[in-house]
């Protein structure tokens, strides 16, 4: 199944360096968004961004940054500053912003050792 | 901000029965509900949602409905299946680019 995608499925690092997950998406949608997923805790939101060279902090922006030079890509970068970076991360698009449905890439899980 | 709580975190229901989730939230502002279920190793998938001028929505063998006096909407299944079993997650939109999600509930479905 296409529409979005995330790549890699599984990423690890060493603590300390910087890492960028990809994501891209061929709906043609105007919003894009990244979120961390721990057990127990949900779907919590980093970033998002409502249309291209605009974005904005969700929750737990702390220690991750993104761009959006294009509609299609909304990479996410995990810095070394992020203190817990290992954790399940999905990208997910939607037509026109949080009241429409959202479509979820496949996620990547990111190790940090 | 949104808090969003769900409950009960975790759910085994008999094959045959039936399944409620609920989940409650604080901002009287928000407007939109969805439901989302992932299955394992899936992507989470919206199966049904509901806007703050509706009262109940019913697709086939789910259901939700919407009680915003007492900001709280729940999840109906009905004659669950194998299938269901997943991870279902509610959310909240508050902020039209926003949507902030309950922590899931983990439903097992035995045959």
């Known amino acids: 199944d296409g529409g979005i995608t995330q790549s890699p499925k599984y990423l690890f690092r060493k603590e300390g360096q910087n890492v960028t997950l990809s994501c891209e998406q061929n709906l043609n949608h105007d919003a894009m968004y990244w979120y961390r997923q721990d057990p127990g805790q949900g779907l919590r939101l980093i970033y998002y961004?409502?249309?291209?060279?605009?974005?904005q902090k969700g929750d737990i922006a702390e220690g991750y940054s993104v761009s959006r030079e294009k509609k299609e890509s909304f990479p996410l970068t995990v810095t070394s500053a992020q203190k817990n970076p290992t954790a399940f991360y999905l990208c997910a698009s939607s037509p026109t912003g949080g009241s429409s449905e959202a479509f979820f890439g496949q996620g990547t899980r990111l190790t940090v050792v | 901000g949104e808090n969003v709580e769900q409950h009960p975190s975790t759910l085994s229901v008999q094959e045959g029965d039936s399944a409620v989730i609920k989940c409650t939230y604080s901002?009287?502002?928000?407007?939109?509900f969805p439901w989302y279920k992932q299955e394992l190793g899936k992507r989470p998938q919206l199966i049904i949602d509901?806007?703050?001028?509706?009262g109940e929505k019913k697709d086939q063998r789910i259901a939700v409905t919407l009680n915003k006096t007492a900001k709280h909407f729940s999840l109906h299944i009905t004659e669950t299946q194998p299938e269901d079993s997943a991870v279902y997650f509610c959310a909240a939109s508050y902020d039209d680019y926003k949507l902030s999600f309950g922590a899931g509930t983990t439903v097992t479905v035995r045959a």
């Open positions: 509901i806007r703050s001028n509706v």
């Open positions: 901002d009287s502002a928000s407007n939109y």
């Open positions: 961004s409502q249309i291209v060279n605009d974005f």
